[in-house]
């Protein structure tokens, strides 16, 4: 790369920083950038993908131990808001206790991330939203497993 398309992609790259700076927190900034817990979980205790009011999709997969969310990753194909949103919710959710997790909202995610531009605080409840469906249908296979185990047992005893 010559020194002068160096130095125009340096300037450019700087130029696009100083307008997020204007609108964006440090906070949003640095998890665009560099998304903590990005990606998907394979065999995950729960999952969800959700589409929010703007189309864009957030899934959130997670690993269960003793109670606890022991591993939790996230994807969306959304804004940079949403990127940084789904980071959060997954920061603020790893290693709480499922039910501790599943009160985490968007105003608790706005907050962590010293808040939003008005037009993409949606993008904080996409990521609430898709923490909660997920851990509703983690709920929901721990009863179908029960279920499941009840019918054996009834299938084993002949009733
Ligand atoms: Fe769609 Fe941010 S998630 S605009």
Same mark, same amino acid.
């Given at each position: 790369m010559s020194s002068d398309f160096e130095k125009a992609v340096n300037e450019l790259q700087e130029s696009i920083m100083e307008d997020a700076r204007k609108i964006y927190s440090e906070k949003v900034i640095e998890r665009w950038l560099n998304p903590r817990n990005l990606g998907k979980i394979r065999k995950p205790d729960g999952f969800a993908k959700v589409k929010g009011p703007c189309g864009d999709t957030m899934q959130i997969s997670f690993k269960v131990k003793d109670g606890k969310l022991s591993k939790i990753k996230f994807m969306t194909d959304g804004c940079a808001s949403s990127i940084a949103a789904g980071s959060m919710a997954a920061e603020l959710a790893q290693g709480k206790r499922i039910e501790e997790a599943a009160e985490i909202s968007q105003q608790m995610i706005l907050d962590a991330l010293d808040g939003l531009p008005e037009e993409s605080v949606h993008c904080a409840?996409?990521? !609430?939203?898709?923490?909660?469906?997920?851990?509703?249908?983690?709920?929901? !296979?721990?009863r179908n497993d029960w279920a499941k185990q009840w019918n054996e047992d009834i299938a084993t005893r002949g009733e």
């Open positions: 409840l996409l990521a !609430s939203n898709a923490l909660k469906e997920a851990i509703k249908k983690y709920f929901d !296979s721990k």
